[in-house]
């Protein structure tokens, strides 16, 4: 992979990337192959599979964001829920830097990961918390704070629902990035959306250059809060999915 390849593909998704920002993701892939030797952060560890499945698909969520800072006044305030490895997060803090990011996982070792990537990139603007969302959605810092809550395969969608939506402003966006079910899952979790406080404003299809997989984004806003109830705590949002 090289400074080129990633300005190349990027721009293929409608991403400019100056050389900057290129080799910020080089040395990322480099943090990533090497703290994968100590413990499981990713199965992908060829440059293809982190350059496609990781990073691009991870900047498929650029112009959804652009589109959303053109009516914000100031930086959006986003968080990357299960950030794991720091996907979706760290590479739309390299493509938009005027973001302003928290990357959120439960996982200490993760978490210590995202940190290392921070320090090592020099970002500005960015940390990352060890917390569990239904805890998270709970607390006062967190609760309803941010304009963009962001996760990737995190969980089923009624289930990331009641993660992303308390922990999003009214007015603000929630972004599931989701694979070749996204019409389904958008359809069976509209309920449990609207429960929430959101409504499904669009499920935008998304392509990876090179890759045939079928991914989409599902694009939810918050209209009005959350009730105090949610998310439920004790594991409840995987056990007992909203209806």
């Known amino acids: 992979m090289t400074e080129n390849e990633i300005q190349d593909a990027a721009r293929r998704l409608g991403v400019a990337l100056d050389a900057r920002q290129a080799r910020a993701l080089l040395r990322f892939r480099d943090l990533l192959v090497e703290a994968n030797q100590r413990f499981n952060l990713t199965a992908l560890t060829d440059d293809a599979s982190i350059l496609a499945l990781h990073f691009l698909d991870s900047l498929t969520a650029v112009q959804v964001i652009r589109g959303l800072q053109a009516n914000h006044s100031a930086a959006l305030e986003l968080i990357d829920v299960g950030a794991g490895g720091g996907f979706p997060g760290i590479p739309l803090k390299i493509a938009l830097p ?26 500005q603007h960015i940390r990352a918390i060890q917390d569990r969302a239904e805890e998270a959605g709970h607390r006062p810092e967190h609760r309803e704070r941010y304009d963009v809550a962001i996760a990737r395969a995190v969980a089923p969608m009624p289930t990331l629902a009641e993660y992303l939506l308390p922990l ?6 929630c972004i599931a990035m989701k694979g070749s079910d996204a019409q389904a899952e958008a359809a069976r979790a509209a309920g449990a959306i609207a429960r929430l406080g959101g409504a499904i404003a669009a499920v935008t299809p998304v392509t ?18 959350t009730p105090q109830a949610y998310p439920r705590r004790g594991g409840a949002p995987r056990k007992s999915p909203l209806p």
């Open 98 to 123: 005027e973001l302003r990011v928290t990357l959120m996982d439960g996982t200490a070792k993760k978490v210590q990961f995202c940190a290392e990537v921070i320090r090592t990139l020099a970002l």
């Open 168 to 173: 999003t402003r009214v007015g603000g966006t």
């Open 208 to 225: 990876l250059p090179g890759r045939d997989e079928r991914r989409a984004l599902i694009v939810i806003n918050k209209l009005h809060p």
